[in-house]
T-cell receptor, first 117, second 116 residues
Framework: AQKITQTQPGMFVQEKEAVTLDCTYDTSDPSYGLFWYKQPSSGEMIFLIYQGSYDQQNATEGRYSLNFQKARKSANLVISASQLGDSAMYFCAMSQPGYSSASKIIFGSGTRLSIRP | DSGVTQTPKHLITATGQRVTLRCSPRSGDLSVYWYQQSLDQGLQFLIQYYNGEERAKGNILERFSAQQFPDLHSELNLSSLELGDSALYFC???????????????FGPGTRLLVL
């Protein structure tokens, strides 16, 4: 069965430091997508970054990069030069293909990141 | 702003009642997804619609139903509400290309439902 595991319930990081949020996944399907979303205290879900299972290079979006290690089935999010506004809940997610445009995302349990000034 | 809109933002109702949550996808997106976020269950996929037709089903209760209309907006109907249905309900949309699982889903702000 497909599964996403985030083993860090909470993390504290000093402002301006880099932080890595862990994510491992389990699937037998060769085609899948991996996502990271940020959920601030206001509640909205903000898309951060996407990695396709066939992508050769690690995805990057500004200060966010995804460390994709396919053999280990890990998709860690790296945030460089953390800012106070990065304090939020972070969810790793995996999408699975289905028939004729069907798709669904399964989410990990999340990591609450707190940035210290 | 993701471009996905959801109404209402907040909803307070009583057990046994029925409510309807509304979602308008991003302009041009054909796929709409519904998710439930609760403290004990986390984020759960409920159902997906593509261009008016149901495409994928997740952990959606029989008391819940959804539809997508010709103008592509979607509604999630929750009936015979129970205390445990209190949650944040998200709608998301994506373009709806052939390989939908490779598309980013953009989430709306959510509807916070409280059942008393």
């Amino acid at each position: 069965a497909q599964k996403i595991t985030q083993t860090q319930p909470g993390m504290f990081v000093q402002e301006k430091e880099a932080v890595t949020l862990d994510c491992t996944y389990d699937t037998s399907d060769p085609s899948y997508g991996l996502f990271w979303y940020k959920q601030p205290s206001s509640g909205e879900m903000i898309f951060l970054i996407y990695q396709g299972s066939y992508d050769q290079q690690n995805a990057t979006e500004g200060r966010y990069s995804l460390n994709f290690q396919k053999a280990r089935k890990s998709a860690n999010l790296v945030i460089s030069a953390s800012q106070l506004g990065d304090s939020a809940m972070y969810f790793c997610a995996m999408s699975q293909p289905g028939y004729s445009s069907a798709s669904k995302i399964i989410f990990g349990s999340g990591t609450r990141l707190s940035i210290r000034p | 702003d993701s471009g996905v809109t959801q109404t209402p933002k907040h909803l307070i109702t009583a057990t046994g009642q029925r409510v309807t949550l509304r979602c308008s996808p991003r302009s041009g997106d054909l796929s709409v997804y519904w998710y439930q976020q609760s403290l004990d269950q986390g984020l759960q996929f409920l159902i997906q619609y593509y261009n008016g037709e149901e495409r994928a089903k997740g952990n959606i209760l029989e008391r819940f139903s959804a539809q997508q209309f010709p103008d592509l907006h979607s509604e999630l109907n929750l009936s015979s509400l129970e205390l445990g249905d209190s949650a944040l309900y998200f709608c998301a949309s994506s373009a709806g290309l052939r390989d939908s699982h490779q598309e980013t889903q953009y989430f709306g702000p959510g509807t916070r439902l409280l059942v008393l």
